[in-house]
């Protein structure tokens, strides 16, 4: 089964506001069991949802920063 087949049936939901909806534990066995997958399918698809989890892992990290700044 490809990326392609899998995300189909299971997508990850990155846009959920509640990252507890989104389906981020498919990313290890993304990881360790796809192969033969089309390399555009990474450059069109992995690649634009890695960026929307940098994204938005740097969109929560400003939020502790500065948390924990306006705390003190």
């Known amino acids: 089964m490809g990326p ?3 995300l189909s049936l299971v997508p990850l939901n990155l846009e ?3 990252l507890s909806d ?3 534990w ?3 066995i993304l990881k360790h069991y796809i192969v033969g997958a089309p ?3 990474f ?3 992995i690649l634009v949802m890695i ?3 940098r994204e938005k892992a740097q969109k929560v990290f400003l939020f502790f920063i ?3 700044a306006v705390s003190y």
């Open 26 to 28: 498919l990313f290890p």
């Open 43 to 45: 450059s069109e698809e």
């Open 39 to 41: 390399l555009n399918y």
């Open 51 to 53: 960026k929307r989890m």
């Open 22 to 24: 989104a389906n981020v």
């Open 16 to 18: 959920a506001e509640d």
């Open 66 to 68: 500065y948390k924990g």
């Open 4 to 6: 392609a087949t899998l």
